[in-house]
DNA sequence: GAATTAAGTCAATATGACTGACGTAAATTT
DNA sequence: AAATTTACGTCAGTCATATTGACTTAATTC
């Protein structure tokens, strides 16, 4: 993160100026869409998942382990199958990034006591210090997100996000969120 | 999108009843963290750019030349130059994209006009129709999620996010999006 | 006993990214 | 005018993350 990139002039978006025929649309788009909400989400969340991604490159894992990890050390114990749904992903593309995880010694999987055909996922103590210093990383940059926000801002911007799910999904989600808030006022 | 899956009901997470030796952390993370901002944040954007990316499947496009087409219907008769700046990609992964994209005549080439070396980007009218379709889809998607919330939240939003960017680069991102609000009292 | 479920695996493929080097034309600097 | 820098493109190889579809094994449920 912090890379005061793009060249801070933006040199070349003049509109005009160029060879901009007759009827061109030469403007920046209808004024009527939420153009700089949509361009504030992309780089707002970009930034928020790259102070994992540059500690998780020591390790060589990326994003992929990062979802994993977290999702495991949320839900200790939870089945593979549940993983899948959570992420959304096939069993192969998660097979391979779980066994990096379990070769590592961050993930470690144990056979069901009900039913043995499940292999349930915990962190070990080192997954989940890892978990906690990239949790640490993102807390950090949503505290400072938060500075300066009038009062409830926190909960303004948590129904936001949940409101951006589709209404059929919600329930599900936070059932797996279990916020200690109400988010259903 | 739409896809109520994970299960209904996440069966297995349970704690305790697995084989949890003694001395096993087996609550879901440190109270402290702020985990369901995390994951909304996690579960928010993917439905987010998951409605456009079911058009750009019917181009068999993917959320790369969604990005660009956004950035260059913004900002057009921008420099690749100044697009690899926004996007953070290299010029390789850019190109093939970029190559598609001018191929199907979604976005178009034009020398510039002062410096002769420089290839500006604009979108063609089918470019822009595509362009102003998938903004209305994450447009909706917003609109939906900002019901209900009391006065003011656009802005709490919006300052929110824009504080998730580091601050150094805070300036420049704020001249790309160029918001009509006053993100920076 | 049959059907279903949980998990893993095989093989092939696609997308989006990367590195590093090199070339060409045009513009800018010295 | 020559040297340097910039803008863009390209070659060649690699990697990470995802996909599909088929198939196996073991265990549970009907």
Redesign the interface.
């Known amino acids: ?8 002039t ?6 005009e ?4 025929k007759s009827g ?7 004024e009527s ?16 998942t790259g102070d994992p991604d540059d500690v998780l490159a020591k390790f060589e894992f990326g994003r992929a382990h990062h ?1 994993v990890l ?1 999702f495991v ?7 593979v ?2 993983l899948l ?2 992420l ?1 992903i096939t069993k192969q593309s998660l097979g391979r990034v779980l066994k990096q995880l379990v070769d590592a010694g961050i993930i470690e999987q ?5 039913d043995r055909r ?1 292999r ?1 996922l ?2 070990t103590d080192q997954g ?1 210090a890892l ?2 210093e990239l ?2 990383l ?2 950090q ?2 505290e ?7 009062d ?2 926190n909960e ?11 209404p ?2 919600r ?3 936070l ?7 109400d988010l259903l006022d």
């Open positions: 993160m912090t890379d005061v990139n793009f060249k801070s933006l040199s070349s978006v003049s509109r100026e160029h060879g901009a061109d649309r030469d403007q920046r788009g209808d869409l939420p153009y700089d909400l949509i361009e504030l989400l992309f780089f707002a969340y970009r930034e928020f979802r977290h050390e949320r839900n200790p114990g939870i089945m199958t549940d749904g959570i959304k144990r056979e069901g006591h009900h499940q349930l915990f962190t989940h978990a906690v949790t640490r993102q807390q940059r949503l400072r997100a938060l500075i300066g926000l009038p409830g801002s303004v911007i948590r129904k936001f996000l949940l409101q951006m799910i589709d059929e999904a329930a599900d989600i059932k797996l969120v279990r916020t200690p808030h």
